[in-house]
């Protein structure tokens, strides 16, 4: 059913730096509206690594990036933003102070500002060429993302991939399961510390490295995998017996329709003028990993931080001629 919404503030992308806009925007009594083209809030959090701890978010030693959404949706919850889920926006025309947006839905959201914190965009993972991919794929025989680690518990995974994702994982299953590691070369793109503990693994037995070889084929049937083939590159295979195969071979990004509204872009990102995170389109503002100037780090402290600045920038479009008078949060509360 389309909605029809207006607002001060629409924000494209409910990741973490989106939700956080919510509360940065509530704060300065601008209203907001969530649109997110996946059906849960929390982007990479929730899409990509819902259990797995993180360690950088200030006044949190450790939190699971699941939680870390569930706290973010408690702290925004004062301001009652409605969210439009699994709706793509793919359209905008207007200008500073009277702007629409359209979804795939056939949503309409009029806004006097727009912040666009759509992340890696409309974020997929790089797929291996293999035959018949898509029916194992639909039975979760092959998965790109560990949703919940127990699904693996006493299986024969295949993990392929030389990055943090593939050794992060392989170390996170091996002790529920039996784990296979293919990589085309002996060296490993992840983290020092972590490739370390992977060949401390291997060499205790823990985790079978299965180097070099790479991804060559799928065995099994109706979606019902038996074993994945690797080959090395002079042709010599090996078929492994496996019920899971995890192959991590990063994301790919794709803005999708954002890219055509006209913003200014660098490496597939949109530049932004890093003191107010306007874009080149006055009215349009990018926070978190979608946008880049100089000095720029794909963190989420960072995302949170541009909210903030975003935010203040935004307020004398919806209220030209209003001086903002900037308080601390401890000063005035949180307003209802
Ligand atoms: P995202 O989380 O990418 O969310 C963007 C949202 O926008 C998505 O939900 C997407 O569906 C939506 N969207 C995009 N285009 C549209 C559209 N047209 N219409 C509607 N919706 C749209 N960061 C850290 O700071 N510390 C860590 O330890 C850390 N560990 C990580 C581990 C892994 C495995 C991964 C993958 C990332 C990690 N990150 C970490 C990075 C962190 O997750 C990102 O920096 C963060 O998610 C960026 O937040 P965001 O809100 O900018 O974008």
Same mark, same amino acid.
């Given at each position: ?6 607002t001060d503030v629409a924000i494209v992308g409910a990741g973490?730096t989106g939700l956080f806009a919510v509360f940065e925007l509530?704060?300065?009594?601008l209203s907001s509206v969530l649109i ?45 933003t ?7 926006v793919?359209?905008l ?6 702007f629409?947006l ?7 959201i009029?806004a006097k500002a727009v912040v666009v914190a759509a992340g ?21 025989? &092959? ?84 074993? &994945? ?29 954002i890219?055509?509204?006209?913003m ?6 949109v530049?932004i003028?890093?003191?107010t995170c306007q874009t080149?389109i006055?009215g349009i503002f990018a926070i978190g990993?979608v946008a ?11 995302g949170?931080?541009e909210a903030a600045v975003a935010a203040h920038a935004i307020?004398?479009i919806v ?18």
């Open positions: 059913m389309p909605q029809h919404l207006e973490p509530g704060m300065l009594k997110d083209a996946l059906a849960e809030v929390g982007g990479q959090c929730t899409a990509l690594y819902p259990e797995k701890p993180i360690y950088d978010i200030p006044a949190h030693p450790a939190i699971e990036a699941g939680a870390l959404i569930t706290r973010l949706e408690e702290q925004i919850a004062p301001f009652a409605p969210r439009l889920l699994g709706r793509q793919n359209g025309s207007g200008q500073a102070g009277d629409m359209t979804t795939d839905q056939d949503d309409t009029k890696a965009g409309a974020f997929g993972p790089n797929r291996p060429p293999l035959d018949d991919l898509p029916a194992y794929e639909a039975t979760g025989a &092959v998965q790109y993302y560990v949703r919940r680690r127990e699904d693996f518990r006493n299986k024969r995974v295949v993990i392929a991939g030389g990055g943090d994702s593939a050794v992060d994982w392989a170390l996170a299953l091996k002790d529920i399961a039996r784990v296979s590691v293919v990589h085309r070369r002996p060296k490993f793109r992840a983290a020092p510390e972590s490739a370390a503990q992977l060949d401390e693994a291997a060499r205790r037995g823990e985790i079978e490295m299965v180097i070099p070889y790479q991804l060559h084929a799928l065995q099994g049937s109706d979606g019902v995998l038996s074993a &994945v083939v690797v080959a090395t590159l002079d042709g010599e295979t090996r078929a492994l017996p496996a019920d899971s195969l995890l192959p991590f071979f990063g994301l790919s990004m794709d803005l999708g329709p890219a055509a509204w006209g200014q872009q660098a490496m597939h990102h530049t003028d890093p003191a080149s006055p990993d880049a100037y100089p000095g720029k780090l794909k963190l989420i402290l960072q949170f931080s307020f004398p209220h030209p001629g209003e001086a903002l008078h900037f308080e601390y949060s401890t000063s005035k509360g949180v307003p209802g």
